[in-house]
Each structure stands twice: as C-alpha cells, then as structure tokens.
C-alpha cells in the first residue's frame, strides 16, 4: 500500500494548473470581444477595470469547451484533408463599427473555424452546453449572445453560410443550427457595443442589466457582484 505522503493528487495538479494559466486579459478601450458583447453592461464595464476571477467549476468547463473544439477542428482537418476541403482554424478576427471607426470588434482566434468546400465557405462557431436535449425542448437554445457573435462573423466574411453547433459535454451528442447573416441582429449588436463604448468613455456606470431583465440568477456567478451590489464605480476613482 502506499504511503500517503508518496501519494499524486492528480486533480489538485490539473486545478493548480488551470488555475496558474488564468492571466489578465489586458483590455484596451475600442476594443470589444464578440463573444461578450451580450453579456450583462455592467459586467462588462467592470472586466475593463478589475480581474475577472472564476471558480473552479468554471475553470473545469472552459478547459472541456478548448478540448472539445480542439476534437472537432483537428476531426474536420482530417475530413478535409481526404475529401479537398479547406479547414482553417485560430483565424483572428476585426471587425470595424460601420459608424464609430473607434470602434473595432476583435475576435480571439480559437473562436471559429472555416470550412471552404465546392466553391462554398462555412464558419463554424462550437458552444458547449449541459443537458443538450433538455434545452433543445424547452428552447432555450440557440442563445441569442450566440448568435449574434456567429452572426458578426458572417458580416467580416461575406456569402458565407453559418453553423452553430452546440456539444453536450456529458455526452457528446451535438445539434447544429444552420443560419446566414441577419441584418437587424448586426445592427442591434452595433448599437450595443457604442453604447457600452459611451459608458467607458464617460466613465458612467451602466445599469445591473442581468438584476433589471430578470436574469438575477447570473449575478450568482458574477466576478463584480460586491462592486455592482454597492454600485461602486471604479472608472470614477480619482
């Protein structure tokens, strides 16, 4: 048997890790992530100014989200390798805002992948999700954050066609939403992120959109829930 103190703890090895790699994103005003743009304004706002800290539970499935994108990039390779298919993946994006040229939408690159087939191209956007089947009957998906981040980069990349595909990470069972470029979900996206740049710029405090639209239940797991409960506003400090 084993003595204890010759004993590896595999999983405090692998948290130790993932909690070492989370480092500040350094965030730069102008710039604007498409995968946040519908969080809640407040938050975001906040994620300018302090580190944005997360528990382990989320760490876990973050790591399981890189993997299981990793899976399928490196799957579709393959298949593209043997049917001539073009498959790219980490593609950075930029997007300029059509009416504030200060304002710029960047991508992180291992957001998407392009699929290039028959004189067609497709950009794949891959969420993870719990309890896949359950949210496909009751409609909870697709997300409407989801689809205007997938909808952006279908305007940065004109005549192509959009595929957003939500994997269960219990069980790997996926369901796909086959979607083109929408205009009004761009514009109310463009109107979104200049009023969140409005906010910054003036270093006005944005309203608790999460605790006013009835989605109190994402303050739980906010970073900033002691700074938004005291309506503290760290872009006013002196």
């Known amino acids: 048997?084993?003595?204890?103190?010759e004993r590896i703890q595999v999983d405090e090895i692998i948290m130790s890790e993932l909690r070492r790699a989370q480092r500040r994103h350094s965030r730069v005003l102008g710039e604007y992530w498409p995968s946040q743009i519908y969080s809640c304004l407040r938050k975001q706002y906040y994620s300018f100014y302090e580190d944005e800290v997360f528990g382990d539970d989320a760490l876990r499935n973050f790591e399981a989200g890189n993997a299981y994108h990793d899976l399928i990039a490196r799957t579709l390779q393959k298949w593209g390798n043997a049917s001539g298919a073009r498959v790219q993946t980490e593609v950075p994006i930029r997007i300029p805002h059509r009416d504030h040229p200060e304002i710029v939408f960047s991508g992180r690159a291992d957001d998407i992948i392009l699929i290039e087939k028959d004189r067609r191209r497709f950009i794949l956007e891959v969420k993870t999700t719990t309890n896949l089947v359950q949210k496909?009957?009751?409609?909870n998906i697709p997300r409407r954050?989801?689809?205007?981040?997938?909808?952006?980069y279908l305007r940065a990349y004109p005549y192509s066609s959009g595929i957003l595909m939500y994997v269960d990470r219990a069980t790997l069972k996926t369901h796909q939403f086959d979607l083109e470029f929408e205009q009004h979900i761009y514009d109310e996206t463009m109107k979104r992120v200049a009023a969140l740049h409005s906010y910054l710029k003036e270093s006005r405090l944005p309203p608790p959109e999460a605790k006013e639209s009835g989605a109190a239940w994402m303050c739980r797991y906010c970073s900033f829930l002691s700074l938004c409960s005291n309506n503290q506003n760290p872009g006013a400090r002196p």
């Open 1 to 5: 048997m084993t003595d204890s103190s």
């Open 136 to 139: 496909l009957g009751a409609g």
């Open 145 to 152: 954050e989801h689809l205007a981040q997938l909808n952006l």
